[in-house]
């Protein structure tokens, strides 16, 4: 909530003092042992309380937060006030680590910490090579906003219609372009090939990956520099076996590997996507080989047991070096106390 009060309006000195009473509030009933903020808006708003309760402080970076909000003055200096203070920052990409540590957040307190699937839950089913369809599936599932580049997507998939008629697009999500969205539907006259599912439960996202061919996410940096993390859904996808085509966009180039684990294109280029959506349309055989090596960078590298072992460790860290400070302190209050009396 807090975050969605940042990125619309400027809070007031009001909006700040009545959370930071209730957070302090709850704070002192619960006594935890470490703040974790997700977003780096949210570590900023933390600092106060991180300073008053002397807790360490974990902040995530996600996504506008080390994209949009970096392009004013006003929270460049605030991360900077931030990173003096905080014990640790973690970041889904390296990208996005590079970013940060330009912004002057120091390389030792700056963690990857990859975005997790549980490898059970998203177990792997390889595409079918055999099979032939009337239609060719292509799945997207995103909030219907500017960087996930839905328009993009309606573009690319109307030119690669012109050559391969199977295929079909469904999107899942919803938000504030959907009635431009609907519109470039209908201009094009793609009503019935085009399909708006609206907000999908997660359980019947993966029904929806089970039930496609491919998964198109053509993400792009918005107008007001908003950009993605590493989109969820990309690591989803490549865990169940559902062949990828993305843009090569904020961390996309650290999951996929152009060619080898999926296509990964310039941001931007419509016609780019469309070429390689005929392309995995016609090639069963590369779909397969594609999803199997696109698991296995998973498996290596986003298991959600491994991120969470990564984040506690993160926590370990935090919570002794507040023991050593908190005794260090204790120490020289007793020396002070003895030259007083001394």
């Known amino acids: 909530m807090w975050a969605k009060v940042v990125r619309t309006r400027r809070p007031t000195t009001g909006d700040y003092l009545a959370l930071h009473a209730r957070y302090s509030k709850a704070l002192a009933a619960v006594k935890p042992a470490l703040l974790h903020a997700q977003f780096g808006s949210t570590g900023w708003f933390a600092l106060p309380l991180h300073r008053l309760h002397r807790l360490p402080l974990v902040v995530s970076f996600h996504g506008y937060d080390a994209s949009a909000l970096l392009r004013q003055a006003v929270w460049r200096s605030r991360y900077r006030e931030l990173f003096g203070e905080v014990h640790a920052v973690t970041v889904p990409s390296r990208r996005m680590a590079a970013r940060l540590a330009a912004t002057g957040c120091p390389p030792e307190k700056l963690h990857l910490l990859r975005y997790g699937v549980d490898l059970h839950e998203w177990s792997f089913r390889p595409p079918a090579v055999t099979v032939e369809k009337e239609t060719v599936d292509v799945l997207m599932v995103s909030r219907l906003v500017e ?89 989803e996808a490549a865990a169940a076996g559902l062949p990828i085509i993305a843009t090569d966009h904020a961390g996309a180039g650290e999951l996929i590997e152009d060619g080898v684990s999926g296509f990964l294109v310039d941001t931007g280029s419509p016609h780019l996507l469309a070429a390689r959506l005929i392309a995995l349309a016609e090639n069963a055989a590369l779909r397969q080989t594609f999803a199997g090596a696109a698991r296995h960078k998973v498996e290596c590298e986003f298991d959600l047991a491994h991120s969470v072992a990564c984040l506690e460790a993160i926590y370990d860290d935090a919570c002794r070096a507040r023991t050593v400070a908190h005794r260090r302190m204790c120490s020289m209050s007793v020396c002070e106390k003895g030259d007083r009396n001394g």
Do not use: W, Y
């Open 147 to 235: 960087k996930k580049g839905v328009l993009d997507a309606i573009e690319a998939v109307a030119a690669a219609r012109r050559i391969d008629p199977r295929l079909r697009l469904q999107i899942a999500g919803e938000g504030e372009m959907m009635p431009q969205i609907t519109e470039c539907i209908a201009s094009r006259g793609l009503q019935s090939h085009v399909r708006l599912l609206g907000f999908v439960p997660n359980a019947q996202v993966r029904e929806l990956m089970r039930a496609s061919d491919l998964l198109l996410t053509p993400s792009r940096t918005a107008a007001d520099g908003d950009e993605e993390g590493l989109p969820n859904v990309l690591i």
